[in-house]
């Protein structure tokens, strides 16, 4: 599976900004699909998460309320719609994928690994 992040950019603090992870080869079915983030000098962090089947979703307590991670099966892509943005945001976010496992906020526990996608909020 190769993934595909972009959107990524820069904004002001309080914007929007929507990234969107898309899977080359085959679709997200049966998979688990994450972002993480990873700010300069600091470890990569979970952001988010879907579950394909079932569409339960997962959420750093960071974010919570602020982002939506979403799917659309049909066009093989996940998005996730960031609002109220911080300062703090800013790092690169990373998309991955997981065939199977039930952890969803680890970075070991996923496959496959798209390039990244810089996002940086000014305030």
């Known amino acids: 599976v190769q993934l595909q992040a972009s959107g990524g950019g820069l904004v002001q603090a309080g914007g929007s900004l929507r990234l969107s992870c898309a899977a080359s080869?085959?679709?997200?079915?049966?998979?688990?699909v994450g972002w993480f983030r990873q700010a300069p000098g600091e470890e990569r962090e979970f952001v988010a998460a879907?579950?394909?089947?079932?569409?339960?979703?997962y959420y750093a307590d960071s974010v919570r309320g602020r982002f939506t991670i979403s799917g659309l099966n049909a066009k093989s892509m996940v998005d996730l719609q960031m609002n109220n943005l911080k300062p703090e945001d800013t790092a690169v976010y990373y998309c991955a994928v997981a065939r199977s496992g039930s952890i969803y906020d680890t970075d070991a526990s996923y496959d496959y690994w798209g390039q990244g996608t810089l996002v940086t909020v000014s305030s």
């Open positions: 080869g085959r679709t997200f079915s049966g998979f688990r």
């Open positions: 879907i579950r394909w089947s079932g569409g339960s979703t």
